[in-house]
């Protein structure tokens, strides 16, 4: 059966140490010791294969190739990395950051669902326990949909996310598509960039153009 896989999913995968020969030396290093990798959005050139990245603990440091799917060992989706965050379980020395200690104070919150995730940074090392949030690491959360939210609604729930010393970045995804919910606030409902397998591009009606992927 097929693995199906999304943006922002965390795959352990298994790489032959003469695969990781033309990676740069930073890429190297990481696969070798957490063989973890970021699903992005960017089409593959065959059907079998997926474009992942690795991501170093510095900000220039990302790196993008394609595997076969066959070599996914295991798949953790940002709706279960979100799941396996448990804030008492951090070491001593991570809890102080701002993105744990904003994620504390939401988990439990009536506002967060099942259909938040969380990614960036903070999901990576939730996941494998690499040390990369910093402190001025954003909160990375998406927010699956499949129906239209009312504007006022996405409006609170914007100002609710915002209110824990750290900036909330939050995609609204569906399949291999998104948009900020912050742009689309300060836009008021009407323009946004999105983010597509096929690239981004200005959407003028973001719900026809997420949901149904199809521009108006």
Not at 69 to 80: D, F, G, L, M
Not at 122 to 134: F, L, P, Q, R, S
Not at 171 to 195: A, C, P, T, W, Y
Request: contains cysteine; charged residues 25%; proline residues 4%.
């Amino acid at each position: 059966m097929e693995q199906l896989v999304y943006p922002h999913d965390l795959l352990t995968i298994t790489l032959e140490k003469d695969e990781l020969s033309s990676f740069p030396e930073w890429a190297q290093l990481k696969l070798t010791e957490f063989q973890t990798v970021i699903v992005t959005r960017q089409k593959p050139l065959s059907k079998n294969k997926i474009v992942v990245g690795v991501r170093g603990n510095q900000r220039n440091q990302r790196f993008a190739f394609e595997i076969n799917k066959q070599r996914i060992q295991k798949r953790v989706t940002p709706y279960e990395a979100l799941e396996q965050f448990k804030f008492n379980r951090l070491p001593e020395s991570r809890k102080g950051f701002p993105v744990f200690q904003a994620l504390r104070s939401i988990q439990g919150k009536h506002f967060l669902s099942a259909d938040f995730g969380i990614t960036g940074s903070a999901g990576y090392e939730i996941v494998t326990g690499d040390m990369m949030v910093k402190e001025t690491s954003d909160l990375d959360l998406v927010l699956k949909v499949d129906h239209q939210i009312s504007f006022d609604k996405l409006k609170k729930l914007w100002e609710n996310l915002n209110q824990f010393s750290v900036h909330a970045d939050v995609q609204l995804v569906n399949d291999d598509r998104g948009f900020s919910l912050e742009e689309f606030v300060q836009q008021n409902g009407k323009q946004v960039l999105m983010k597509s397998g096929t690239g981004p591009f200005i959407s003028n009606c973001p719900w026809s153009d997420l949901i149904q992927g199809k521009h108006c």
